[in-house]
C-alpha cells in the first residue's frame, strides 16, 4: 500500500519538473493537501503552456495512487490534487475534458465525480 509519505516522491519521480517544498511533514494532512495542490498548479500551469502531455508518467503514478493507496491517500488526491486543478481551470479557460483525456481508468472515475460536483454546486 502506498502510504501518505510516499505521495509526493512518487508524483516527483513521475513529473520531473515539480520542485517539492523541502519541510513538509507528508503525515499532516493540512501539509499533504498544501503540497498536492502546488502540485496541481504545477500540472495546470504545464496543460495551459501546452507541455502536460510531456509529463506522462505522472498520470501513471496518479492512477497508481487510487490502485494502490491507502484510503488517506484517495482522499488526499481527490480533495487535495483534483479539487484544486479543477478550482484552477476555470481561471486558465482550460476544459475538464482536457484534463480527463490524460488520465486513466480509476482517477478518471474521481475526476468525473469532482467535475460532477463542481457542476451541481455551481461551478463551472
Known amino acids: 500500500?502506498?502510504?501518505?509519505?510516499?505521495?509526493?516522491?512518487?508524483?516527483?519521480?513521475?513529473?520531473?519538473?515539480?520542485?517539492?517544498?523541502?519541510?513538509?511533514?507528508?503525515?499532516?494532512?493540512?501539509?499533504?493537501?498544501?503540497?498536492?495542490?502546488?502540485?496541481?498548479?504545477?500540472?495546470?500551469?504545464?496543460?495551459?503552456?501546452?507541455?502536460?502531455?510531456?509529463?506522462?508518467?505522472?498520470?501513471?503514478?496518479i492512477e497508481q495512487l487510487y490502485i494502490e493507496g491507502e484510503a488517506d491517500v484517495k482522499e488526499a488526491v481527490t480533495t487535495g490534487l483534483f479539487q484544486a486543478?479543477?478550482?484552477?481551470?476555470?481561471?486558465q479557460q482550460i476544459s475538464p475534458e482536457e484534463i480527463g483525456m490524460l488520465l486513466k481508468p480509476h482517477s478518471l472515475k474521481w475526476w468525473k465525480t469532482i467535475d460532477h460536483f463542481s457542476e451541481n454546486s455551481g461551478g463551472q
Open 85 to 91: 486543478m479543477h478550482e484552477m481551470i476555470i481561471d
Open 1 to 61: 500500500m502506498i502510504t501518505k509519505q510516499n505521495v509526493i516522491p512518487l508524483l516527483k519521480e513521475a513529473c520531473p519538473s515539480f520542485e517539492p517544498s523541502e519541510e513538509v511533514d507528508l503525515n499532516d494532512k493540512e501539509e499533504l493537501q498544501h503540497e498536492l495542490s502546488r502540485v496541481a498548479g504545477h500540472l495546470i500551469s504545464l496543460e495551459y503552456n501546452g507541455q502536460l502531455q510531456r509529463e506522462p508518467d505522472v498520470f501513471e503514478a
